[in-house]
């Protein structure tokens, strides 16, 4: 047990801490590796990842460890259970189909977004996301359409803790040019991002609502640059990407007041 709180197995939160650790830059870990990226010991990170191997979460090769398809099973629990996710999917394939371009779903967690659903642009070229990747909130559609919705006090803990990146030339850094435009997009309804996480790549996203209005996630279309203007996003596509946002909250309870 935790010696901070009785409730918290200290060994579940170390072993957890692990599997974080994994990563698209950290796809393979020796166990030094392991040990640096989450602050544990060497002893400790080793008897995790040994654990892992054990269980079939993990393989190892040449003193490197390697997550396996069963630590899937991990996340699609979380997204077995939001079977409003399967309510989405049809309308964002309209609209990925009606807009030529790709359509996600997100939720925020901690200081990033999560995918948790998407539809590709059919196309040969497309940016390459999938669900469960991860990205900062902070210079991406959906994560301020998410941070808009933040409570006062949720959104100052954020600032407090977030490290504003310049990413691009585009990006904003400074905490009060953030907030302000989080009001923009509070009173707008949908965010539009040009540039900010990655050059040439332009979205916007729109809140999805549960049956009592709270926002619980944000879906988004995003493009080449070279593509579509920021005026085409704005004008064309926007209002197509909020009314596909209120569908899905109507299918999943939401009445508009």
Not at 31 to 36: G, I
Not at 136 to 144: E, V
Request: hydrophobic share 40%; with cysteine.
């Amino acid at each position: 047990m935790s010696r901070q709180d009785p409730d918290v197995i200290d060994s579940v939160e170390k072993a957890f801490r692990v599997l974080e650790a994994f990563s698209a830059e950290h796809s393979s870990l020796t166990v030094s590796e392991a040990a640096e990226l989450t602050g544990l010991s060497r002893a400790t990170a080793r008897r995790i990842l040994l654990t892992c191997v054990r269980l079939g979460y993990a393989e190892v090769d040449d003193r490197r460890f390697r997550l396996l398809p069963r630590v899937l099973r991990l996340g699609y629990g979380y997204l077995a259970s939001l079977p409003m996710w399967e309510r989405a999917q049809p309308h964002m394939r309209l609209l990925a189909d009606e807009v030529r371009e790709s359509c996600s779903a997100a939720t925020l967690d901690g200081e990033e977004i999560v995918y948790v659903a998407r539809v590709p642009a059919k196309r040969s070229m497309s940016i390459v996301l999938n669900v469960g990747s991860r990205l900062p909130a902070y210079p991406t559609s959906m994560g301020r359409v998410l941070l808009a919705a933040l409570p006062e006090d949720g959104l100052r803990g954020y600032l407090g803790a977030v490290r504003l990146e310049r990413l691009t030339s585009h990006t904003i850094t400074d905490p009060g040019a953030l907030v302000e435009e989080l009001g923009k997009v509070r009173e707008q309804g949908f965010a539009l991002v040009d540039g900010e996480r990655e050059e040439g790549v332009r979205s916007a996203a729109a809140p999805v609502r549960d049956s009592s209005g709270a926002v619980i996630a944000a879906i988004n279309v995003s493009a080449n640059a070279g593509r579509v203007s920021v005026a085409e996003l704005r004008e064309h596509q926007v209002p197509l990407l909020v009314r596909t946002a209120e569908a899905i909250s109507r299918d999943i309870g939401y009445v508009p007041r």
